[in-house]
Antibody
Framework: QVQLVESGGGVVQPGRSLRLSCAAS????????MHWVRQAPGKGLQWVAV????????YYADSVKGRFTISRDTSKSTLYLQMNNLRADDTAAYYC??????????????WGQGTLVTVSS | DIQMTQSPPSLSASVGDRVTITCRAS??????LAWFQQKPGKAPKSLIY???TLQSGVPSKFSGSGSGTDFTLTISSLQPEDFATYYC?????????FGPGTKVDIK
């Protein structure tokens, strides 16, 4: 069935790096824009990044621009979020989400279960 | 950035009640508005896109309306499984932004 499964979260020290993965199944990753959204403990949802269906367009929230990189490997049907120079305020559950249609100006129709990232010394 | 606000921040309701949540955008977003439901400890679930179109599998007790800057989500008859936090989101422009959420709990 159509599914997204995130992995790669954990506890990391400030300034270090972490790479999150989102394994997609039941659909073709290269046919949809894909997003990362995060949620700090007890807080609301914050959009983080998007990659277009063809991989040529990427947008980022200002709070992560220059530190985070969204990418994908279509041969592995996996979306990634490379997070560098992590800060305490990056602590959150990170969700990948699938765009309902191919374009990047569309809402989401499917979310993963999330993976927790804790940045602490 | 487009700012999204929601009201009320929380509400208490009984099973069977009709519930309405309001979402407002800081500038016109046409109908590029989505609604999500999130239960504690769970991932969000997509309910509505295009301000009023139900996602596949979402029951018809949920409905959305509005265009421009003002939008509403209505639950026609609240059931125990509907107690959750509801978020609106604009996808007219990047960065996509969410409202702060409305928590619906049991009276």
């Amino acid at each position: 069935q159509v599914q997204l499964v995130e992995s790669g979260g954990g506890v990391v020290q400030p300034g270090r790096s972490l790479r999150l993965s989102c394994a997609a199944s039941g659909f073709i990753l290269s046919s949809q824009a894909m997003h990362w959204v995060r949620q700090a403990p007890g807080k609301g949802l914050q959009w983080v990044a998007v990659i277009s269906y063809d991989g040529n367009t990427k947008y980022y929230a200002d709070s992560v621009k220059g530190r985070f990189t969204i990418s994908r490997d279509t041969s592995k049907s996996t979306l990634y979020l490379q997070m560098n120079n992590l800060r305490a305020d990056d602590t959150a559950a990170y969700y990948c989400a699938k765009s309902k249609f191919s374009g990047e100006y569309n809402s989401f129709d499917l979310w993963g279960q999330g993976t927790l990232v804790t940045v602490s010394s | 950035d487009i700012q999204m606000t929601q009201s009320p921040p929380s509400l208490s309701a009984s099973v069977g009640d009709r519930v309405t949540i309001t979402c407002r955008a800081s500038q016109g977003i046409s109908n590029y508005l989505a609604w999500f439901q999130q239960k504690p400890g769970k991932a969000p679930k997509s309910l509505i896109y295009g301000a009023s179109t139900l996602q596949s599998g979402v029951p018809s007790k949920f409905s959305g309306s509005g265009s421009g800057t003002d939008f509403t989500l209505t639950i026609s008859s609240l059931q125990p499984e509907d107690f959750a936090t509801y978020y609106c989101q604009q996808y007219k422009d990047y960065p996509f932004t969410f409202g702060p959420g409305t928590k619906v709990d049991i009276k």
